[in-house]
């Protein structure tokens, strides 16, 4: 498997507080991903990093930020949790990019009452 | 724009039943394709891929065919398991795009 660590696996917040999510790798992967998955839905793309400080939005963006401030993280952030903002979130990465399958950790499993 | 559709579920087969789930895709250009699984309470993992037309993908048992003329990339099992189970997904990424696009993904349950 590839070297993919998301934390914490699962979260329990209120409407309105801020929340972080981490994903950690140890493959040097160039590339990383923050993804939401819901119901009936698949997978939808929130953010994308090609590289330290270089990041760009996905196709469901709004209300998330994220950084990678270094190759191995990269951070989601709520700046103020919403109730549709509960859902999984899903860290991938790959290293090239470009028509490339990208490999994807276990998963947070975020709740916002 | 660029889709991805795939057949609704759940499908439920008996242990040893053929598997076809079919996968249709929208998009310009030449997209590698792929086969995702997803078993309860986990990550996605990359079962197959295929990158040009006409290329087979296999792994543990299950195929698809990339054909270019159809836009389709089904994928098939001959016999399945149990431990099969799972939901899967058709996913195809873009010419010279970084993103993937996923189907809505397919629960597959094989009950013995």
């Known amino acids: 498997d590839a070297g993919i660590t998301q934390s914490p696996r699962h979260k329990v917040t209120e409407t309105g507080t801020p929340v972080t999510l981490r994903c950690h790798q140890t493959?040097?992967?160039?590339?990383m991903y923050w993804y939401r998955q819901d119901p009936g839905h698949g997978l939808r793309l929130i953010h994308y990093s090609y590289g330290v400080k270089d990041t760009d939005k996905g196709e469901v963006s709004d209300g998330y930020s994220v950084s990678r401030s270094k190759t191995e993280d990269f951070l989601l952030t709520l700046e103020s949790a919403t109730s549709s903002q509960t859902s999984v979130y899903f860290c991938a990465i790959s290293n090239t990019g470009d028509n490339q399958p990208q490999h994807f950790g276990d998963g947070t499993r975020l709740s916002i009452l | 724009g660029d889709s991805v559709t795939q057949m609704e579920g759940p499908v439920t087969l008996s242990e040893e039943a053929f598997l076809t789930i079919n996968c249709t895709y929208t998009?310009?250009?030449?997209?590698?394709l792929f086969w995702y699984v997803q078993y309860p309470g986990e990550g996605l993992q990359l079962l197959l891929k295929a990158t040009k037309a006409d290329d087979k993908g296999s792994n543990k048992g299950f195929e698809a065919t990339y054909r270019k003329e159809t836009t389709s990339f089904h994928l098939e099992k001959g016999s399945v398991q149990v431990s099969d189970s799972a939901v899967y997904f058709c996913v195809f990424s873009g010419a010279g795009s970084y993103q993937l696009t996923f189907g809505k993904g397919t629960k597959l349950s094989v009950i013995p």
């Open positions: 493959e040097n992967h160039r590339y």
């Open positions: 998009a310009t250009g030449y997209p590698s």
